[in-house]
């Protein structure tokens, strides 16, 4: 073997090895493609409070409220409370027209949603108490749920017993506005159908995404502790290493907004990374000093689920993007090693082939990917034109890709804060469920 085909066979290794750490993916898609858990209807009836988290959303904040009020769930066992949390507009005013509790929080220091989170819990224990509710359900302002979110999502918290974590089909409410909508919509629907199902299917932890989820109260008896800029990361890595639970509900379905610019998805993606690369920091010590620890006793530890969220939160871009630029050094140094065996032309040539081949490989599959996604979740995804389904499915492959520079961009940030995403579209409850039912 000469110098290249040593480099190439040692690369192979190191790429395979990656992949290895990620194999499950495979399995967790498969399984959720063709199996869904469904859960038992129960006649117990929790009582839970809807949270809502809101900074200058009064273009949407009603229709979420209006959403949950019209839920096939009774009326008497829900609280809503807003928290306006560095409004200057009528957010606060239009939630307490609505019949919701409102508290109203400002703090430019504290500008995350885990601190709008924190502040809210503090407000409840004092009021009315944390521990007269079986549960909560966390939301953001441009939600709105499905008709029969609530009365699903308490299928599933009972069936696992009023205290693991319920997550929910997250869809888009503005799917088919452009190709930027379409494929944040894909981005999630993936996350639910080719993550999450599986997941929770083979009885292993999922993750919560953002909003959409259900916690017992005793999560916060004490409060709410999580404010980092990605917080639902840092408070699904807790709930493995404090050996809880997260479930997903596939007929659970909320609607969310997605961003239509290309300038605030790259302000979002590059805090989704920073984020998440904290939480690595933080917390990736303990997930891996938990996954070769025993259990408690009536502890809910699954390990797998432990070294699943533990391989998630690694910096997987930056590690396959170094391997990337090692393999291109190392092929530029055979001519200087061995000039009369090797060109720099030669090699290039050369490593130009195989990544060429290596990524046209990985587009075909995403854009399978994002095909399959479309055809198996067909009933759910409506009102998008054929024309956005062909360029979204085109574009996904680079929708992903684009989380590399962001990885790099997330790291080098060091005083990247929280910035307004602008919510403004007005889908009604109304409208959503009129095309669910179609």
């Known amino acids: 073997m000469n110098y290249v085909q040593i480099a190439n066979l040692v690369f192979d290794i190191l790429y395979g090895l990656t992949g290895l750490i990620v194999l499950h993916y495979i399995v967790f898609a498969l399984v959720g493609l063709f199996k869904k858990k469904k859960y038992p209807p129960t006649k117990e009836k929790l009582r839970y409070g809807l949270i809502i988290p809101a900074r200058n959303e009064e273009a949407v904040v009603g229709n979420l409220i209006k959403s949950m009020q019209k839920n096939n769930y009774p009326q008497d066992q829900l609280q809503i409370f807003v928290i306006a949390h560095n409004c200057t507009d009528k957010t606060a005013e239009i939630a307490r027209s609505l019949g919701a509790t409102v ?13 709008a989170f924190r502040y809210l819990f503090d407000r409840i224990e004092e009021d009315f108490g944390t521990q007269n509710y079986d549960g909560f359900f966390l939301f953001n302002a441009d939600n709105i749920l499905d008709e029969n979110f609530i009365s699903k999502m308490n ?60 916690i017992g109260s005793e999560l916060v008896k004490d409060g709410w502790k999580y404010v980092t800029l990605t917080e639902d990361w840092e408070f699904t ?15 659970a379905v909320f609607y969310d907004e997605q961003p239509t610019t290309f300038p605030v998805m790259w302000r979002q993606r590059v805090r989704w990374c920073r984020g998440r690369w904290l939480v690595c920091v933080a917390r990736l010590k303990d997930l891996l000093k938990s996954l070769f620890t025993p259990k408690k006793k009536n502890g809910n530890k699954n390990k797998f689920s432990i070294y699943d969220m533990t391989v ?127």
């Open 155 to 214: 299928d599933a918290f009972v069936a696992h017993g009023k205290k693991d974590i319920i997550t929910s089909f997250r869809n888009s409410k503005n799917f088919g506005e452009n190709v930027m909508s379409a494929c944040y919509g894909l981005y999630f629907v993936y996350g639910c159908l080719f993550e999450s199902c599986g997941r929770s299917v083979l009885n292993c932890s999922t993750r919560v995404q953002g909003t959409g989820y259900v």
């Open 312 to 438: 998630k939160v690694l910096p997987v871009c930056i590690i396959t993007t170094a391997l990337f630029f090692a393999r291109l050094i190392t092929m530029c140094l055979a001519p200087v090693f061995f000039p009369a065996e090797f060109t720099l032309t030669g090699v290039l040539l050369h490593w130009l082939i195989r990544s060429l081949l290596f990524f046209a490989f990985s587009y075909v599959i995403l854009i399978l990917s994002s095909t399959i996604i479309y055809i198996a979740e067909r009933k759910r995804i409506k009102n998008v034109r054929l024309s956005i389904k062909i360029l979204s499915t085109l574009l996904w492959p680079f929708f992903l890709l684009l989380a590399t520079p962001a990885e790099f961009v997330a790291i080098f940030s060091k005083n990247l804060g929280w910035k307004e995403i602008p919510h403004k579209n007005t889908t009604t409850f109304e409208e959503l469920n009129e095309q669910a039912n179609i």
């Open 237 to 251: 890595a807790d709930q493995l290493i404090e050996e809880n639970k997260i479930y997903f509900c596939d007929e």
């Open 103 to 115: 508290y109203e929080y400002n703090n430019p220091e504290e500008r995350t949603m885990g601190y």
